[in-house]
């Protein structure tokens, strides 16, 4: 994995909106990997504030708890990626 792939996993993780499914299927990797990956790259305080918001109820990491209108990966006013920068 290259740097700028890593920065995107944990940019991607970062983002309420983006389920842990978009990262799997961008990346391949599932949310157990991303977990670790996580845990591994950030510090321990900032882990622990990541958990915590994915476990909440703000975080939509997760598909089953979306609301059913919630039916993308990114938002509506981002064009497609490339590379991952906005075009």
């Known amino acids: 994995m290259t740097e700028r792939e890593l920065d995107r996993i ?3 993780a970062w983002e ?3 389920p ?3 990262i799997e299927n961008q990346f ?4 157990a990997e991303v977990i670790k990956l996580m845990r591994r790259e950030l510090k ?10 994915v476990n909440s109820g703000v ?3 997760h598909l089953k708890k979306r609301h059913a209108d919630i039916d993308r990966f990114k938002c509506s ?3 497609s990626i490339s ?5």
């Open 10 to 12: 944990i940019e991607m």
């Open 16 to 18: 309420d909106r983006t």
């Open 20 to 22: 842990f499914e978009a």
């Open 28 to 31: 391949g990797l599932a949310e």
């Open 44 to 53: 321990e305080s900032s882990f622990k504030m990541w958990r915590k918001r």
């Open 59 to 61: 975080s939509q990491k």
């Open 77 to 79: 006013r981002q064009r």
């Open 83 to 87: 590379l991952n920068k906005i075009s």
